[in-house]
């Protein structure tokens, strides 16, 4: 298992795509290097990763804050006492609290050892990860990414990673996410770092026309 950790680790992953992949190395060239993100990992970090599905990150941000104020710590153990009442006050859905509290459940009864996980290959999360109901392949890979900073990890079916690529290649629509995956292959073992560039590509194209596009996670 590789890791990506540090700006100087995703700067040397993104040389070695640059010298493999001549997109890549334009990207580069146009957009300049992204900057190294790091999230929660554990059960706050899947905690954060639900609550920021198919929302914005303002919205994400707003109900995260709210909820996590209801908790004396962003805990299982904690969240298992919070009302779903006192949830959805606070803007969480019902779906989003139910998910949240099956995985709070996994935990403490030690079905889900986070810990233990990140022992794990990469295989071996995911599909762990998409054994808990309201994780998809896009939390599980993000969890990869970001929350455990895996260097294979690639989240296709994220709109911003299809549009970056779309518009890197000039192509008319979009990649399908199974597209995208197959295309992504050729970045292993350094997907990450692509994913990486290809945000950082999308963003200089919205800074540079000015257009907007919605992201669902």
Request: glycine share 8%; with cysteine; charged share 25%.
């Amino acid at each position: 298992m590789k890791h990506i950790k540090t700006q100087k680790e995703l700067n040397s992953a993104l040389d070695i795509l640059a010298t493999q992949d001549a997109d890549m190395a334009r990207a580069l060239r146009e957009a300049g290097k992204p900057v190294i993100r790091k999230h929660k990992a554990g059960f706050s970090g899947l905690f954060s990763m639900l609550i920021g599905q198919q929302v914005s990150t303002a919205a994400a941000k707003s109900i995260e804050t709210k909820v996590s104020a209801c908790l004396p710590e962003v805990t299982a153990e904690a969240f298992l006492n919070l009302s779903e009442t006192e949830a959805r006050a606070n803007g969480l859905s019902g779906q989003k609290y139910s998910y949240i509290y099956g995985i709070a459940k996994e935990i403490t009864s030690g079905q889900l050892d986070l810990r233990q996980l990140s022992k794990a290959s990469d295989d071996a999360v995911r599909a762990r990860l998409l054994a808990l109901k309201g994780i998809g392949p896009w939390t599980a890979n993000i969890y990869l990414m970001f929350g455990m900073q895996r260097a294979d990890s690639f989240p296709a079916g994220d709109l911003a990673l299809q549009e970056g690529y779309r518009r890197l290649l000039g192509l008319e629509a979009r990649p399908k996410p199974e597209a995208l995956d197959e295309i992504a292959l050729k970045w292993q073992p350094l997907r990450s770092a692509a994913a990486y560039m290809l945000w950082r590509y999308y963003g200089h194209c919205l800074n540079k026309k000015d257009e907007g596009l919605v992201i669902s996670k």
